[in-house]
């Protein structure tokens, strides 16, 4: 195998590739990336064993072939190469070795089989569509903060992307959870998607999916089965194994009876936050929301490192309320807005809290409260 590529190619289809390999796996294989060449193009596939990515790029191929060598080795060499340089690679099936070449730089890497790379098995998928970068991208973005990391509730550790009914009839839905808060939004149904089976996608996969989704009018093709779910791009096909299990009755915890609506500039109320939450103890990280006719009140007392007192002007118009927050989970739901105004309905101190971005009901958000 010969083939020579402009290196800002060659990094954007390794960097990817590397992304994904297992940094502490027990087998050697899974830390190599299979570079096979033939025509004009060169595939680079990576794998964990759950999740495959394939990369398509264009070259100039002197001979066909293919081998495996380390993708993160391979991709701090071509990262470090000047720009604009043309990098080829060769490798020598006799001395299992790969030589990088480019201007005067030179080196020699050791080699893996390429029969011995698993492949992860074609699958038949049930449902087939097609969605815009712009729309996934909002999808996963904003529910991804609410992803559990306990691996315990393994069934929380991804995205529940499914299809829902709502007011204006069926629509796709990404749900995240952690028990502490919750992130459901919905996007218009994609066309070919309705029969689409409900599949909880990995925090890996949703990480790895975001760099797919950076051009906003790209369709992404996206397939779904019980098992396995695929996004491609026409040079890009990501493959990843769904969470075996079972997502809980999300809508059981979206309070629908909070009457008590506060209505805040979501940038300053985030900044306010932030600042207030400078001098709580990193443990409990308390925010105290007081709300009284048109004035909210941030405040935290943590007798150990000191306190802090924030007022910001709202709109709120019922009786007094006394509610604490964990500042993180506040900041991180805040951040989702992109609208100017962020909606939050209230029931009592110790219920849900229900927030919006202003009066679009696409994305809302649950979280609960804390003591304080």
């Not at 570079?35 to 193009?41: D, P, Q, R, S």
């Not at 009018?217 to 493959?239: C, H, Q, Y």
């Amino acid at each position: 195998m010969k083939f020579s590529m402009e290196r800002a190619a060659l990094l954007r289809a390794v960097a990817q590739a590397q992304s994904v390999v297992e940094r502490r796996n027990t087998i050697p294989i899974l830390a190599n990336v299979l570079i096979e060449a033939e025509g004009e193009n060169v595939t680079f596939r990576a794998t964990d064993l759950d999740i495959e990515v394939l990369d398509r790029a264009v070259a100039q191929v002197e001979k066909a072939g293919g081998t495996t060598v380390s993708a993160v080795t391979l991709h701090e060499i071509v990262r470090k190469l000047p720009d604009g340089a043309l990098v080829t690679l060769a490798a020598d099936p006799g001395s299992g070795r790969l030589s990088v070449s480019a201007g005067r730089s030179h080196f020699s890497l050791a080699t893996l089989p390429k029969e011995d790379f698993p492949v992860m098995a074609t699958s038949e998928y049930d449902c087939n569509f097609s969605a815009k970068a712009e729309v996934l991208r909002r999808l996963f973005d904003k529910s991804k903060f609410a992803i559990s990391t306990e691996e315990t509730r393994y069934y929380l550790n991804g995205v529940y992307m499914h299809v829902a009914d709502t007011a204006d009839g069926k629509s796709l839905r990404c749900v995240a959870t952690d028990g502490h808060r919750l992130a459901r939004i919905d996007a218009p149904l994609p066309s070919g998607a309705e029969e689409m089976p409900g599949v909880i996608v990995p925090r890996k996969t949703v990480g790895e999916l975001r760099k797919l989704l950076d051009q906003d009018d790209m369709d992404i093709a996206v397939s779904v089965s019980e098992t396995k779910v695929r996004f491609a791009t026409p040079d890009i096909t990501l493959t990843s194994k769904v969470i075996d299990g079972t997502f809980p009755d999300y809508t059981r915890v979206i309070p629908s009876g909070n009457t008590r609506q506060l209505e805040v500039d979501a940038t300053e109320f985030a900044k306010a936050v932030d600042r207030v939450a400078t001098v709580s103890s990193e443990r409990s990280r308390a925010v105290k929301m007081q709300l009284d006719e048109d004035r909210l009140i941030l405040s935290v007392n943590a007798p150990d490192s000191g306190a802090a007192e924030e007022e910001l002007a709202v709109a709120y118009g019922d009786e007094r309320l006394e509610i604490g927050f964990n500042a993180k989970y506040l900041l991180e739901i805040a951040s989702q807005v992109d609208r100017e105004n962020a909606v939050f309905l209230f029931n009592s101190s110790g219920d849900p809290t229900l927030m919006r971005e202003g009066g679009d009901e696409s994305a809302v958000y649950v979280v609960m409260p804390m003591r304080v």
